[in-house]
């Protein structure tokens, strides 16, 4: 009888659409002229159980007649079945709705852990930017960012105060925080390099910067002319510097999990450089493959060896796209509990150790994928996108979401059957 | 403890400390080192460790450390793991009258830092059930071609077969016999199958729509069909022109007079989360497509995401519907990365136990419902991944990518396929720095 009631609940999810708890007697009224006494009443007592076990449902669904089974799970092919779809509008509805139904009903052990809600932080003003070719003027700067705290993002990164010398493409970085100023709904935390950027950032009104050690020691020395050491010392200055002014400070690691110059990188260091961080003061550590070289193999190692020493609330996930590998590396990270992601609007930036290659995973993708697995962002694709072929526009390329290219057009096409 | 809710044997595994255990999880294509920095740049030279093949035939003493997670998988090969795990799990959510949260209900304290044994769980929850070897099934002769706006020539297209044949890959869907009418790009279908027919070690299936369909491919050499049903009933009237019980009486046709000549008959279901039309499509119908089609005889039954909008929060109740008629082992997944969301639904479906992967090398095929938007999954991002994850393909990703070069250079348009890009640009620029 238990399996009798997994297996109706499983099966006709197309009443439970409607509603958004899951409601005992509306499903018992539904069936009640398709289904005998002693399973109406069974149905009434019994705890709904959710799914967990592949063999029963097997089990269940072979003793029954099909005729009976069509009637009662309605899954024949008869032209006025699919009323279910009718919840669904042709439009939009793949992207903007909450699956929610999906993650409740079914607790897969896969889909269980995954956070209710992720915190997506924008990096395309500033990480994305940094790595295009074209160089834009401040009031696009300005504009992209407006953009995309009214899609609902809450942390965009806005700049960076690394000298000109290095990254032109951020030359402005007063100019775009003084025009960000009012901006309300958003915290725009700024990259910092040393104390002399942290001290050009906070003149220049920054109220959160951000701090980005090495993993590998090659690649600290070949980027940032120091030490996987020295760098940890600067950013020690720089946490101590915030902490007097009330300055949040996050943290990034590059080269995860593997770097340009040495290859693979072990987990240990990683852990290593994420435990100084936390120990410092640091708010939050954001995980960056940098040259998007993961797989869930060496993410998973990864992953755990940090969060054997930073709680897994002050992580999160920065993945570059540049394999393709980036959103599978993203599922495994909610799957394991992180709960931030870094992404940028249209995948703004190139890879600079792969040319013609790409770089960021693009926000568009990552979103369309949190909501098909149910979890809440607060941010709105369709206007995402927006922000997403406004900058796009001044750069001259083409969006590098697939997402947002495929609902681009399939709004052209859907009536095309 | 959370122990309860595994399967025994985790258990019994030497208990390792953070060091140990990250050293021999550190995967990837290549050998882990005993130093922790030696690496070598072997993965990203995927030239020189681009073979699957010889990093775990090297490898075949650290596999069982290397992966523990694999250790269960291999004591229940014959068995379905995820209903093993679920079957423990079951019998502990009655115990506690709950679902969730027996995780934390035992006299394990709940704090704020996960310790080593929930990681040690959390990553062997989620990768326990993956298999070790994955057969990918190679559709860009047939379902790449088919959907790009040029055309190639027969020479092109027997090049091309033989090609992915020296990769490594072991079925290539060869060519269609669907009517020159509704796919030109494809018209050549009985000149290419007599060219390649014969290539030894290979399985070369081909479409067919219908008995006649059925007949010409045989008569030109085949010795392997494929038919495909649709899980939404307007999409199977506006793309085949008959429902879907008109549809499935053809292929009972195809499939007695294949059994006849004992050639194997492999099932698509298409639109098995979202269809053009309709929008999002039940679990159950695909359930009953796939059962249809696994009844009537087909050896395997390949589960297409047509238009690409599946998340792993729509393929997991798919595909837990669909396992639960048709055996895990017959069950292969056809993923479209239009939405960029394929390698994480592939991601989930080998979570989940499945071993057959279609995908399209350089991700050839665009969409045909959302113009300009792409297809098919590449195959080299597919085989990168599977690679990473220590699972066996017996592919060479650099012939691979040597094929995709090929054609795509025919087509006159750049790789779909993001790891072919990165890895033929990054041996130009490693040293950069």
């Not at chain 1, 407006?146 to 899609?151: M, R």
């Not at chain 2, 679902?99 to 990553?123: C, E, G, I």
């Not at chain 2, 519907?321 to 239009?338: C, I, N, R």
């Not at chain 2, 991002?381 to 990703?397: E, P, Q, R, S």
Request: glycine letters at 8%.
């Amino acid at each position: 009888m238990h399996k009798i009631v997994q297996r109706v609940r499983f099966f006709n999810r197309s009443s439970l659409l409607t509603h958004s708890h899951f409601d005992q007697s509306q499903l018992v009224s539904a069936f009640s002229n398709t289904v005998t006494m002693d399973q109406t009443r069974t149905l009434q007592f019994l705890h709904f159980r959710e799914i967990t076990n592949t063999r029963e449902l097997r089990n269940a669904f072979d003793k029954y007649d099909k005729n009976v089974l069509s009637r009662c799970l309605n899954w024949t092919s008869r032209e006025n079945d699919n009323h279910h779809a009718a919840s669904y509008v042709v439009n939009r509805h793949f992207t903007a709705d909450h699956n929610d139904r999906c993650r409740k009903e079914f607790s897969s052990k896969l889909l269980k852990n995954i956070p209710d809600f992720v915190k997506i932080v924008e990096v395309s003003a500033r990480d994305g930017l940094q790595n295009e070719k074209v160089i834009v003027p401040t009031d696009v700067k300005t504009k992209l960012i407006k953009l995309l705290v009214s899609s609902g993002l809450s942390v965009v990164e806005a700049t960076s105060f690394v000298s000109p010398k290095w990254v032109p493409q951020l030359a402005d970085a007063k100019d775009v925080l003084a025009a960000i100023r009012d901006v309300e709904g958003a915290s725009f935390p700024v990259l910092t390099p040393n104390l002399k950027g942290f001290e050009a950032a906070v003149a220049a009104g920054a109220k959160e910067v951000a701090v980005f050690p090495a993993a590998s020691e090659s690649f600290s020395k070949a980027n940032l002319n120091c030490g996987i050491e020295d760098n940890l010392a600067r950013c020690r200055d720089i946490a101590s510097a915030s902490r007097s002014l009330s300055i949040p400070v996050r943290g990034y690691i590059s080269c995860v999990v593997g770097c340009p110059l040495e290859g693979k990188i072990s987990p240990a260091k990683v852990a290593y450089v994420a435990k100084s961080l936390y120990e410092m003061g640091i708010s939050e550590i954001s995980l960056g493959d940098t040259i998007g070289v993961g797989t869930p193999g060496t993410v998973i190692p990864m992953l755990e060896a940090v969060l054997d020493v930073v709680p897994v609330d002050k992580l999160a996930v920065h993945f570059h796209d540049t394999y393709g590998q980036a959103l599978s590396n993203i599922l495994i990270s909610l799957q394991m509990g992180i709960s931030t992601v870094d992404s940028s609007v249209s995948g703004l930036g190139g890879c600079p150790y792969a040319k013609g290659a790409t770089g960021n995973v693009a926000t568009e993708d990552v979103v369309y994928m949190l909501n098909g697995l149910g979890v809440k962002t607060n941010v709105d694709l369709g206007k995402l996108m927006l922000a997403g072929d406004f900058i796009c526009k001044h750069l001259g390329r083409a969006s590098g979401s697939k997402a947002a290219t495929a609902l681009n057009k399939v709004t052209n096409n859907a009536s095309k059957l | 403890m959370s122990s309860l809710e595994e399967p025994l044997g985790f258990d019994k595994l030497p208990s390792m400390n953070t060091m140990d255990r990250v050293q021999r999880f550190s995967s990837g294509c290549c050998r882990p080192q005993v130093d922790n920095l030696g690496m070598g740049n072997c993965f990203i030279e995927g030239r020189s460790c681009s073979t699957s093949n010889s990093c775990s035939e090297d490898n075949e003493g650290y596999t069982a450390e290397t992966y523990p997670w694999k250790r269960q998988t291999r004591d229940m090969s014959r068995r379905d793991s995820f209903s093993q795990k679920t079957t423990i799990k079951g019998r502990n959510s009655m115990k506690f009258g709950i679902v969730d949260n027996s995780f934390y209900t035992s006299d394990y304290q709940y704090s704020q830092k996960p310790s080593n044994k929930d990681m040690q769980d959390m990553a062997y929850k989620v990768m326990k059930g993956m298999p070790e070897f994955v057969k990918i099934v190679e559709v860009g002769p047939r379902d790449g071609l088919q959907n790009e706006k040029n055309m190639v020539s027969t020479d092109v297209k027997i090049e091309l077969i033989h090609r992915l044949a020296s990769t490594g890959l072991s079925v290539i869907e060869a060519t269609s016999f669907v009517s020159p009418k509704w796919v030109p790009q494809l018209a050549d279908a009985k000149d290419v199958m007599k060219a390649v027919h014969n290539l030894g070690g290979i399985r070369l299936p081909v479409l067919t729509p219908n008995l006649k369909g059925f007949e010409a491919a045989i008569a030109a050499g085949a010795r392997e069909v494929a038919v495909f049903a649709s899980a939404s009933e307007s999409f199977s009237k506006s793309n085949i022109n008959c429902s879907i019980e008109e549809s499935l009486a053809r292929y009972r046709a195809v499939t007695s007079a294949a059994k006849a000549l004992s050639i194997p008959v492999r099932g698509y279901v298409s639109c098995v989360v979202g269809c053009p039309v309709e929008g999002s499509v039940s679990p159950s119908k695909v359930a009953y497509v796939a059962k249809e089609l696994y009844d009537m005889g087909c050896f395997e039954i390949s589960l297409g995401d047509t238009i690409g909008v599946g998340t792993p929060g729509t393929v997991v109740p798919m595909l837990l519907a669909v396992m639960a008629v048709v055996p895990t082992e017959k069950l292969a997944v056809h993923f479209h990365d239009t939405y960029g969301q394929s390698l994480s639904n592939i991601l989930v479906s080998l979570q989940m136990g499945i071993s057959a992967v279609d995908s399209s090398v350089a991700g050839l095929g665009g969409c045909p419902y959302a113009k300009g938007a792409s297809g098919n999954v590449a195959t080299e991002d597919v085989v990168y991944m599977l690679n990473g994850l220590g699972v066996k393909t017996n592919v060479d990703i650099e012939k691979l990518m040597s094929a995709g070069d090929f054609i795509g250079k025919h087509l006159g348009r750049p790789s779909g396929s993001k790891t072919a890009i990165a890895l033929s640009r990054v041996t130009a620029d490693s040293s950069k720095i």
